[in-house]
């Protein structure tokens, strides 16, 4: 998949990215001779980013690769004997650990929904323990910028003329691997490209740029600025029309390299719009180009776009064939405030259902080992996901299903449905299960997956709320281990 | 600085992390003939984050450290080649390119304001244009999130307990080196200690934990999970209240913890938040505490933190000793969307002054080689900076100076001023002017600084609004700017 040597993610101690009481608990485990215990871990989240109704999941294979490569170094033992914390045999032992756990997950680009276990992690408990702030760090962010750019997309297909979406946040990203994530993350939702070089070697995207309005000022006139960069890159120029005046003066001096180019056998590849009211200055260009003979010229627009900014510029008659989203693209920001809040929960101790218990149902975890079923109809639409005991059958018609948060709402299960499991074991004894996937497959399968959501979900605001519901068998473990701890602990 | 080999941030191929454009543009540059002429370019934000009244300036020797490195290896020039759109030639002059151009910039930890030139660049034009995205990425990235730590610590500081402030937010950062990168600028801003290892072997920071609900949810009783704990870090515990209930039974288990502990010569240290109404539940846990003889055991918090709740917490009685700041700090969550809009223009070329034009004038950038003066009063306190041309002298008491977003406002200094140029060269010929500075020198300059600043300006929402003025000799250039590129442009 790379084409450079290097990773993008920062990980020259990766056993040591982590919180530290993962690690002061990793030694506790140990001692208290708890370390090997078979635990079940399931991370997920609680709400859709952005108020939107689903999020693509992303980082699967990027998290694959850091519990892939998870050891402990001399100098990272070093580092941990010099804090006073961790015992001589502790550190010994750290030598030899390996991650040997079994990871089951929707395969990446797959759409998901909150409460649902995205991706569990089965095996010894000091093991499952450690990962948990790397898996959450690499999973939350590729997701919400993945979801961000589905959302992006959507919005652009509200033309009829239809355009893509590139990535070009990188000056606003948070951090270089901020930036190489969200350039990763935004083609898993279905990017087409990134402004960001390295980003594009790493994973084999195609890197998309046009010139910056210091090249137009580094020039006598804009007109020989243009002419200059057609005459180097005479089949891929895409002039930037606002050094001065995107209508007086960047307009006409494109028709101009336009008509120069095509004399000599060339094409103008577009023109870009940074600034200004971009549903007026693109339909106005639009007219102009097409009418002076280059329909083909495309027009790119930039300037803190957003799904929503998108989605105007649309409405109100803009013309734009691609839009580059830079900072709320590679932030994944608005709505949510740039992080997806998923979390990462013991579910089961040696086969026992284990729970934390709060006030708040909504923050009422699911406990024990499960299984995710997920209903489409016959026309493949996606209707209903239940999460069910791991060991419970295929749904049936006229079953009773809750909702996670609310088990009062309750609902039964209708007939006709075509019930598949869409998790699979990707990692078994610290060895991914198969081949890394490309990230072409990855995008197709998110793209594929966003045109079978039901109607109204993939709306920017307020969608149509995909049920996710838990199983009669799940719900009443559920209730009785809720009972069962409020008892034991004379609540 | 460094306790470990390797870099926090995925510079792996350095000279790659840029856009696209910047690549093309050079090349632009070299086949014209105008690589190597003077260039000079400003970098400076418009708006302060968060609508607050001041940044915390930030990530200068992370900068630093990439333009040092940076150079382009046989495997970026294989990259680049198979890009299709690089001629020989220019790969060639691209082997031995090194960055040498001059740095001018602010003190990392100073406390800087829109619109001033923040850091300078002069030299080879092909040389400034390709850094303008790394150092945009760092720089508004470090800046941002060391910004929002100054604010939270001004927000503990409305306590009269005092208190402090800690990263606790890898897990909801942007990919691996955003977690990296705001533990190193949390301490910029004011912050004691990350959670994160790495970062704190890397930067040399202090790490901090407690631990988890699985650490509970993993012994039969919570009484037995603390026991466990304290056995193992006697003089290093606090512990996690609420994984059933935090009054009624984390509470009386700590109570208990904390007096077996005292009678084996040891004391627990701190007691951790995590769910509920934190000022009620604190103020409650601090008077259990207190009454049961333990005033020093500390009150750690946690769950969702901002600035705005930490005021708030504190404005209704609560009584945290050390907040852990999570998402909000690691992502510079909050108004502004996870992202400093700082910018990078050519202000000059060849000694000349250069400008864009725009139909904004809070988007009109200032041209010229400038340097900002920088006011005290008799207390030391900041009272004005003027953005003045290079070679002017110290501001004199009488002298107008405008708004840069509105000439019409205009001021005339008053007298009893001490100026000071706070900018100074940082990098010349590609090396560092002196040695790399470390976290705590800069952090010092930054809580300094920061007490410096005027009534007000340190206000959450709403502030004092510091003056950043212009002369009237760099006013008056560009006017004269602006009107000879209407006029040439026929605008």
Redesign the interface.
């Given at each position: 998949m790379s084409?450079?040597?290097?990773?993008?993610?920062?990980?020259?101690?990766p056993a040591?990215?982590?919180?530290?009481?993962?690690?002061?608990?990793m030694?506790?485990?140990f001692?208290?001779g708890?370390h090997t215990?078979d635990?079940t871990?399931d991370l997920y989240y609680r709400r859709n980013p952005y108020q939107g109704g689903y999020a693509v999941w992303a980082g699967l294979e990027v998290a694959l690769d850091y519990l892939e490569a998870l050891r402990f170094s001399a100098?990272?033992l070093d580092?941990?004997r010099?804090?006073g914390?961790f015992k001589e045999d502790f550190l010994a032992a750290l030598e030899s650990w390996r991650f040997t756990a079994q990871v089951t997950a929707f395969p990446e680009g797959s759409v998901v929904f909150p409460n649902e276990p995205l991706l569990t992690v089965r095996g010894p408990?000091w093991e499952a323990?450690l990962v948990?702030?790397?898996l959450?760090?690499?999973l939350?962010?590729q997701t919400l910028v993945a979801t961000k750019a589905a959302r992006c997309l959507s919005a652009v297909q509200t033309s009829r003329y239809g355009g893509s979406v590139v990535e070009?946040g990188?000056?606003?990203?948070?951090?270089?691997?901020?930036?190489?994530?969200?350039a990763r993350a935004a083609v898993v939702g279905g990017a087409t490209g990134t402004?960001?070089?390295?980003a594009?070697?790493l994973y084999g995207l195609t890197?998309?740029?046009?010139?910056?309005?210091?090249?137009v000022?580094?020039f006598p006139?804009?007109l020989e600025a243009f002419r200059?960069?057609a005459r180097?890159?005479p089949d891929?120029t895409t002039l930037l029309l606002d050094?001065?005046?995107t209508l007086?003066?960047g307009l006409p001096n494109a028709l101009t390299v336009a008509r120069e180019l095509r004399a000599q056998g060339h094409e103008l590849r577009g023109v870009r719009l940074d600034?200004?009211d971009l549903a007026y200055l693109s339909a106005r260009v639009r007219a102009a180009l097409d009418e002076a003979g280059f329909p083909d010229v495309q027009i790119v627009a930039s300037n803190d776009l957003s799904e929503f900014v998108i989605e105007s510029v649309i409405r109100e008659g803009g013309r734009i064939d691609v839009y580059g989203v830079g900072?709320?693209l590679?932030?994944?920001?608005?709505e949510g405030?740039?992080?997806?809040?998923?979390v990462?929960?013991?579910v089961a101790?040696h086969g026992e259902d284990?729970?934390?218990?709060?006030?708040?149902p909504r923050?009422t975890s699911v406990p024990g080992l499960k299984r995710v079923w997920r209903a489409t109809d016959t026309q493949g639409r996606l209707v209903i996901d239940v999460i069910a005991s791991l060991d419970e059958p295929q749904p049936q018609a006229g079953a009773r299903v809750s909702d996670p948060a609310n088990p009062l709402r309750n609902t039964r299960l209708g007939a006709g449905l075509t019930w598949t499991d869409p998790r699979h074991v990707v990692m078994e004894g610290g060895q991914r299960s198969g081949e890394p996937e490309a990230l072409t497959t990855i995008q197709a399968r998110a793209v594929a997956d966003l045109q079978r959501l039901p109607e109204g979900t993939r709306r920017l605001l307020n969608p149509h709320i995909y049920r996710v519901s838990l199983s009669q068998d799940l719900q009443g473990r559920r209730d009785a281990l809720v009972a069962e701890?409020r008892e034991?602990?004379?609540?």
């Open positions: 084409l450079l040597p290097g990773s993008s993610f920062s990980f020259a101690h040591l990215f982590t919180d530290l009481y993962q690690l002061t608990m030694q506790g485990y001692r208290e708890l215990q635990a871990f100098a990272d580092y941990l010099s804090l914390l408990l323990q948990e702030t790397a959450l760090n690499i939350n962010f070009f990188t000056r606003r990203a948070q951090g270089p691997d901020g930036a190489l994530g969200a402004s960001n070089v390295q594009a070697a890197p998309v740029g046009t010139h910056a309005h210091a090249w000022e580094s006139t804009e200059a960069y180097l890159y891929s050094t001065f005046d007086e003066s600034s200004g900072t709320q590679a932030t994944g920001g608005g405030g740039g992080a997806l809040g998923g990462y929960k013991l101790l284990r729970m934390k218990l709060t006030g708040d923050k701890l034991r602990h004379g609540l």
